[in-house]
């Protein structure tokens, strides 16, 4: 197997970085080593995120992709991390076919020979420059290797045999989303989506709080891609909006947004279950089917899911499992955010359940208006709908009704 090694801090790793990746497999490498340091030594007591908080960005950021790996040597081995011990260690344990190419910045072309144990780099690998963004230097992609970081140097006069790759250099450096984070500036799309969880959930580059949520942002990714591979794309779509709607709604009533959000999202995880399915599920949980359940069993996909999301995915939250189980008919002493989900889920942009006027209320809610009026306003709205169309609205739905609107009409 051919293989490269791509050194440097990933502090942290960016799209620029698996971008050059492509460009090296282009060059006929089977793989692409990414090797964190531990310590740079160009960059002595750099600031930023810890070596394991890196190397933990830089394996999430690769998921599901045979031609990358990445080697934790230069931080098992502590101390200022030199590429010649590197390559020994690589070499030793992965048996490259060839020699292993070295993938260096034009940045550091000029000192290369300056490195430690150079001559021994130079002998054992094939050096690979790729370009790198400077942004002082206007004409980066149109440079062809001719000038560096400097402006001074012309790599043709390197004395050592490699080869340049011609590479985009992607206008992202670490430095430029460290500086974003810290100044609470957009950054979340410059890097892979398994750096941005690791950065959001342990706060690194002093990150601005932007949520005290009780829920964690991989476990809301984690069920966002599960909730994708179980519904159809017309389902997941709708789930999405589900769960903006949430959002919104959470955020006016001061609820957790993020809660809002993944129940939303997978409120309607069940939904191309079959019945047996459903069924199985609800049975082997100890659950009970009603009449109504019995008689309209589309019903089901909703208190099924809720057992199926403790059951496959550990999920304990009360308040969510309670916004899943009741989503379809309602429930008496519904909490908080099972209203919100209910009421999100019927005036999705793809239902045709609520009149625009309502729907304009919910979407810009009067101060004035309480989530149970709000509440008590979209299930009379529902059951509208459901009578207009000759649909059996159940008795739970109705006695929920009543009492609603004997509820905000007392308040
Ligand atoms: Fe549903
Ligand atoms: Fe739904």
């Excluded at 970085?17 to 030594?41: K, M, Q, W």
């Excluded at 950054?187 to 009780?214: D, H, M, N």
Aim: aromatic content about 8%; hydrophobic content about 40%; proline content about 5%.
């Amino acid at each position: 197997m051919k293989l490269a090694i791509l050194g440097g801090s990933f502090n942290p790793p960016h799209i620029g970085h698996l971008a050059l990746t492509s460009a090296v497999i282009s060059l006929g490498y089977d793989r692409v080593i990414l090797a964190p340091v531990f310590e740079s030594p160009f960059k002595r007591g750099a600031a930023g995120a810890s070596p394991q908080d890196r190397l933990d960005m830089l394996v999430a950021s690769i998921p599901a992709d045979s031609q990358l790996t990445v080697d934790d040597c230069e931080i098992r081995r502590e101390g200022v991390s030199y590429t010649a011990d590197t390559l020994d260690d690589v070499a030793r344990r992965y048996y490259p076919d060839g020699k292993l190419g070295l993938v260096i910045g034009d940045d550091l072309a000029q000192d290369l020979p300056k490195w430690h144990r150079y001559e021994e780099i130079r002998q054992k690998t094939d050096i690979i420059i790729a370009r790198r963004f400077h942004p002082f230097l206007e004409e980066n992609n149109e440079s062809n290797g001719k000038i560096t970081s400097t402006g001074k140097f012309d790599l043709d006069k390197l004395q050592y045999p490699h080869r340049i790759l011609d590479n985009a250099a992607i206008p992202i450096s670490s430095a430029m989303i460290r500086e974003k984070i810290a100044k609470n500036e957009p950054w979340k799309y410059f890097v892979p989506r398994g750096a941005r969880v690791v950065i959001e959930e342990r706060g690194l580059y002093s990150l601005f709080p932007t949520s005290s949520s009780q829920v964690s942002s991989s476990l809301v990714y984690r069920m966002e891609d599960a909730t994708r591979s179980l519904v159809s794309p017309a389902r997941f779509l709708h789930s999405r909006n589900v769960a903006l709607l949430s959002v919104d709604l959470c955020a006016h009533f001061g609820l957790d947004s993020r809660r809002g959000y993944l129940a939303g999202m997978i409120h309607d995880i069940c939904k191309s279950f079959s019945t047996r399915e459903l069924t199985d599920i609800i049975e082997r949980n100890g659950g009970k089917i009603s009449k109504t359940e019995k008689k309209k069993p589309s019903l089901l996909h909703a208190p099924a899911g809720a057992f199926f999301l403790r059951e496959k995915f550990g999920i304990q939250d009360d308040d969510i499992l309670e916004a899943v189980r009741v989503h379809t008919v309602g429930a008496r002493r519904m909490g908080q955010l099972a209203k919100i989900v209910f009421i999100a889920d019927k005036i999705e942009v793809t239902r045709p359940i609520v009149r625009p006027a309502v729907r304009e209320i919910c979407q810009h809610t009067p101060p004035d208006i309480s989530l149970d009026e709000l509440f008590s306003l979209i299930l009379d709205e529902t059951v509208d709908f459901m009578r207009s169309k000759n649909m059996d609205v159940s008795q739970e739905t109705l006695k929920l009704l009543d009492a609603m609107q004997r509820k905000t009409a007392s308040d």
